[in-house]
């Protein structure tokens, strides 16, 4: 199975700050990385998906890049309403497998 | 527009068996690689099997902690996939959601919630 390790597990941030999460797999998947955000009681809501191609509707301030192994997630500029938890998942093989999530806190 | 919805949640004591049920629209269901991803409250996201479509063999397969336990199976007549619970444990207490990829593009459902007590 692969791997997903993210990085931080949680993070203190103030509105307007850039915000950096990383996610590296056990094994190269190329570019089949997704990022999502979730919210309390809601769905995972996708953001990004084949590592760097933005989900429609999705704020351009969200922005994922990376390939083989290692991948990031960057907002540039943290908004209130982002504040949730962020989660990446590759979809290179069966078990699909996620990161541990990231949970971005008001500072 | 590409829609998964779930539905067949609910609550059942340890033992117990229940049928969830995620119908798919918008895309040719019949081609479709359909998972079942679950999150238990609190928790990270867990995979929970996969079913293939059936020109590609119609395997199936499943994550360690429900083997044995959980069978999927597809209805392709319907545009639905089923998830065959039983034996449920507390511990598979959790929201289940559907999943389906098409061109890299991931699609969830809302989920379905399963409370086993």
């Known amino acids: 199975d692969i791997q997903m390790t993210q990085s931080p597990s949680s993070l203190s941030a103030s509105v307007g700050d850039r915000v950096t999460i990383t996610c590296r797999a056990s094994q190269r998947i190329s570019n089949y990385l997704n990022w999502y955000q979730q919210k309390l009681g809601k769905a995972p809501n996708l953001l990004i998906y084949t590592a760097s191609t933005l989900e429609g509707g999705v704020p351009s301030r969200f922005s994922g890049s990376g390939s083989g192994t290692d991948f990031t997630l960057t907002i540039s500029s943290l908004q209130p309403e982002d504040f949730a938890t962020y989660y990446c998942?590759?979809?290179?093989?069966?078990?699909?497998?996620f990161g541990g999530g990231t949970k971005v806190e008001i500072k | 527009e590409v829609q998964l919805v779930e539905s067949g949640g609910g609550l059942v004591k340890p033992g117990g068996s229940l049928r969830l049920s995620c119908a798919g629209s918008g895309f040719t269901f019949s081609n479709a690689w359909m998972n079942w991803v679950r999150q238990a409250p609190g928790k990270g996201l867990e995979w929970v099997g996969r079913i293939k479509s059936d020109s590609d063999g119609g395997t199936r397969d499943y994550a360690a902690p429900v083997k044995g336990r959980f069978t999927i199976s597809r209805d392709d007549s319907r545009n639905t996939v089923y998830l065959q619970m039983n034996s449920l444990r507390t511990e598979d207490t959790a929201v289940y959601y559907c999943t389906h990829t098409i061109f890299g593009h991931p699609y969830w459902g809302q989920g379905t919630l399963v409370i086993v007590s």
């Open positions: 998942q590759q979809s290179y093989s069966t078990p699909l497998t």
